[in-house]
């Protein structure tokens, strides 16, 4: 018996534990150099992809057995930065209840001016507060913040380990790009809502349907259907799009090409 929910989980997530591995060999034998700088630079980027895996999980959790899902929370938490129940916390008590009132949402667009933010500065305040709204939204719900604080020593326990032991990998391997992902991460979410203010959940979100630009995220960007079914796990999303593709209008789908964004449907 498989100890995944989905067996189309096994590709994506054995490829992402042998990233993890791959870091901690690093750790130990310490391969300085050329190839460090470059390894330093693929990391970065495919832990920001790995976020969204990391939101998937916390979404529909990955493994049958609770004890495996608590240790790839710690693997995700010490690669992207956002520990167990950080996404729960964020993303699926507040951002999805709240996504179309600027007035409540933790991912907001808007200012308190009211002034849509540009997408730098968007990033930045999500990334430099990220966890101090965590702690906000903690305090409306008592018992996820016993799990997320639990966590939140238990990650900075094993990272100020590893730092200790060795300083110069820890910080290189693990810290740089934790900080890194967090703000990626909140770079990557700009996109999904800016500029849409509306009661009409097919009309609150922008999609992109090119599998070459979903098949990292695991289809994130089948965006209304996400907010529409947030428990349909990641591999189901494609499908229930073509169920309600009808709803949603030409100028909520994004094209995606080396220059950016642009909106119609690809």
């Known amino acids: 018996m498989s100890f995944f929910k989905q067996q189309v989980d096994i590709k994506p997530i054995t490829i992402i534990i042998s990233l993890f591995i791959f870091d901690i060999y690093l750790y130990i034998v310490w391969i300085s150099g050329i190839f460090l700088a470059l390894y330093l630079v693929f990391s970065i980027v495919s832990k920001w992809y790995i976020s969204a895996w990391n939101h998937h999980h916390q979404h529909v959790n990955t493994f049958s057995l609770p004890i495996l899902n608590r240790a790839i929370e710690i693997m995700y938490g010490l690669q992207t930065g956002a520990v167990w129940y950080w996404w729960v916390l964020h993303h699926n008590l507040w951002h999805h209840a709240h996504y179309q009132d600027q007035s409540k949402d933790e991912s907001a667009w808007k200012s308190p001016q009211w002034k849509r933010y540009w997408a730098f500065m968007y990033s930045w305040i999500i990334w430099i507060t990220a966890y101090y709204r965590m702690?906000?939204?903690?305090?409306?719900?008592?018992?996820?913040?016993?799990y997320f604080l639990n966590m939140c020593f238990i990650q900075i326990f094993i990272l100020s380990i590893?730092?200790?032991?060795?300083?110069?990998?820890?910080?290189?391997?693990?810290?740089?790009?934790?900080?890194?992902?967090?703000?990626?991460?909140?770079?990557?979410?700009?996109?999904?809502?800016?500029?849409?203010?509306?009661?009409d959940p097919y009309k609150s979100s922008y999609n992109i349907t090119v599998p070459r630009y979903n098949i990292l995220t695991g289809n994130l960007w089948y965006h209304t259907a996400h907010h529409i079914k947030p428990s349909l796990h990641w591999s189901k999303l494609p499908a229930f799009h073509e169920i309600i593709a009808d709803k949603i209008e030409n100028k909520y789908y994004k094209k995606y090409t080396m220059w950016g964004y642009s909106q119609g449907e690809w």
């Open 135 to 146: 702690l906000n939204v903690a305090k409306k719900h008592k018992k996820t913040r016993k």
């Open 162 to 199: 590893l730092i200790v032991l060795q300083p110069l990998q820890g910080i290189v391997l693990f810290v740089i790009p934790m900080i890194t992902s967090l703000f990626l991460t909140a770079y990557g979410t700009y996109d999904h809502h800016s500029g849409l203010e509306q009661d």
